[in-house]
């Protein structure tokens, strides 16, 4: 990802400057997006064999991507707002779309460019979330299943007390 900008910095840009590093960010929101989409889809993997561990592990990634995400929202702001001071958007809804008919080429093609890459990996993170949201339910209905029929074997086995347990946590009884 491409440097950081100081939160005074944008403000003695030129308006050119900040759009040049508008698309750079917008690259980098792109190139973050396909990194959580890809947390996302592992976590899918993890849920499917069970290594939970592993998913703690990437619930913290995902977690860290989603404030680096966040801590990027105020540069974005800061650089749009530089780059309509010299290229001032139409009336109507002011979108990202907007923004980038509203700059000169080559800058418009460059922009089309990290919303198309950001949309893309955005999509794909939805989808990734969707499975992994379907998959997590799965498993919690499986869980609960589980646990109702165990509960329902233990109080129809009444254990004296003190009485040594059979099995191990992968069998029941």
Known sequence: ????????????MDPDEALAA???????YAELQQ?????VQRQA????????????????ALEQASRDL?????RRVALIRKVVEKYPLPEGPQTLSTLCRAVPS??????????????RAATAGKTATQQTRR?????????RTLLVELAGR?????????APVSGNFNTVG
């Open 1 to 12: 990802m491409s440097t950081a900008i100081n939160s005074h910095e944008y403000m003695r």
């Open 22 to 28: 508008l698309t750079d960010l917008m690259l980098d």
């Open 35 to 39: 990194q959580i989409a890809a947390l």
């Open 45 to 60: 993997e993890a849920i499917s064999t069970g290594q939970f561990t592993l998913l703690n592990a990437l619930n913290d």
């Open 70 to 74: 966040v801590s990027m929202e105020p």
């Open 106 to 119: 080559p800058w418009r093609e460059r922009m089309e460019d990290a919303r198309d890459q950001w949309l």
């Open 135 to 143: 998959l997590a339910e799965q498993a919690l209905r499986h869980t």
């Open 154 to 162: 233990h109080a129809a086995m009444p254990v004296e007390p003190g």
